[in-house]
């Protein structure tokens, strides 16, 4: 048995055939992890639904911000942006039966010696608590109020969390920790205009796998979100960063998609790639 995690496909359904003809991938006998952001901006977000939920157990897969985005555009909350491609599934006839599965996934995965997440950690958050907190969101989406949850998650505040939070604005810190931070302050203040690598961070602010004392620092962290600092280090040959591994190596923008095949030892894993072909231009 192998075990994969997989970088954000935003769509790309193509490529993601192709990585998994590479790897020999079989669902009797290996396991796909996928970090989020599964759907948008690539041309064939409906065939990833339909390949992934086909897949049954053998693909994990965890939601980002443009997998519950999608969720907020079927319940009417959102307009579609430029450059969003989720028409084809909003208009299909097994899109109901594709948006249940998809509500259904995870908001953080540990598992192997591995903790998974869309995005990013605060800090302050243990490796415990993470999967506790995910587990409330969860829930909430899979309760029966799914358009009061996601009316609430939008929005950048509260940017720092409390354990005294409650009700939306505790969910909403949450999601966003999970599915949008890139950088944060020492005491895990939140900021989501920088979106480029690392050296794009505004004063105070750091990459938030980068803070002093990080409580998750002794778990290797498998993330997506973040292309510029994915492509980076699968380039620099893919070792580890503070002890966790970005697998967003920008496929719907030209480059490429990755899976880290993971090894017997903690951290320990091998990159496999395939090329992409731009969907999307930057800007």
Not at 39 to 59: I, K, T
Not at 76 to 90: E, F, I, N, S, Y
């Amino acid at each position: 048995m192998a075990l994969y995690l997989i970088g954000d496909l935003q769509g790309c359904n193509e490529p993601l055939q192709r990585l998994l003809r590479k790897i020999d991938f079989s669902p009797s006998r290996d396991t796909l992890h996928l970090l989020g952001d599964l759907v948008n901006r690539g041309p064939d977000s409906l065939a990833v639904l339909r390949s992934l939920s086909g897949l049954g157990d053998a693909a994990q897969c965890l939601l980002g911000n443009h997998d519950l985005n999608l969720l907020g555009i079927r319940h009417g909350l959102r307009k579609p942006h430029r450059g969003d491609t989720v028409q084809q599934v909003l208009d299909a006839p097994d899109c109901d039966s594709l948006l249940d599965w998809l509500r259904h996934r995870q908001m953080a995965i540990h598992a192997h010696g591995w903790l998974m997440v869309h995005a990013g950690v605060l800090p302050q958050w243990s490796t415990s608590q993470t999967m506790a907190l995910a587990a409330e969101v969860e829930k909430a989406l899979r309760g029966p109020d799914l358009a009061g949850f996601l009316a609430g998650m939008y929005g950048n505040t509260p940017l720092q969390w409390q354990d005294s939070l409650s009700g939306a604005e505790r969910l909403r810190v949450i999601v966003n920790a999970l599915t949008r931070m890139r950088f944060c302050t020492a005491d895990g203040l939140m900021e989501f205009a920088s979106t480029g690598g690392t050296q794009t961070a505004l004063p105070g602010y750091l990459p938030w796998f980068e803070v002093p004392g990080r409580k998750t620092a002794g778990t290797p962290v498998a993330f997506g979100h973040w292309s510029t600092l994915g492509s980076d280090t699968a380039a620099a040959g893919g070792g580890l960063l503070a002890n966790t591994l970005p697998l967003d190596t920008g496929c719907v923008w030209g480059g490429c998609l990755t899976a880290a095949r993971i090894g017997s030892l903690a951290g320990d894993h091998t990159l496999i790639t395939v090329t992409c072909a731009a969907a999307q231009v930057p800007g």
